[in-house]
């Protein structure tokens, strides 16, 4: 589902698994209890999106815009994400897992 336009999109609840919103319009969408597992969603625009007590297992939210979003009550525990990740305001990510180098 890349590029894709789902501003405002309710899917509260669902269990989405592997599903990639890469660079796709997801501003104000509704993820409130949903279990994301190795879902994608690299430099989508999430800013508004409510995610209060949704399950991230694997979930890529590398260079995404996550301004204003509601993360209360969300385990974000092994999601992946880099420095042009933006949180929100006064929100600490948690600690990406560290990898094992050989």
Do not use: H
């Not at 800013?47 to 995404?64: I, K, L, N, P, W």
């Amino acid at each position: 589902m890349a590029d894709a336009e789902l501003a405002s999109v309710n899917l509260s609840g669902a269990t989405l698994t592997k599903v990639k919103f890469y660079s796709s319009d997801l501003t104000n969408a509704d993820f409130r209890g949903a279990q994301l597992d190795q879902a994608g969603f690299e430099d989508a625009k999430l800013a508004g999106a409510r995610f209060a007590g949704a399950t991230f297992v694997g979930t890529d939210f590398e260079s995404t815009d996550l301004s204003q979003a509601d993360l209360s009550g969300a385990d974000l525990k092994g999601c992946i994400y880099n420095d042009e990740t933006t949180w929100p305001d006064d929100f600490t990510p948690p600690t990406l897992p560290e990898t094992n180098a050989t």
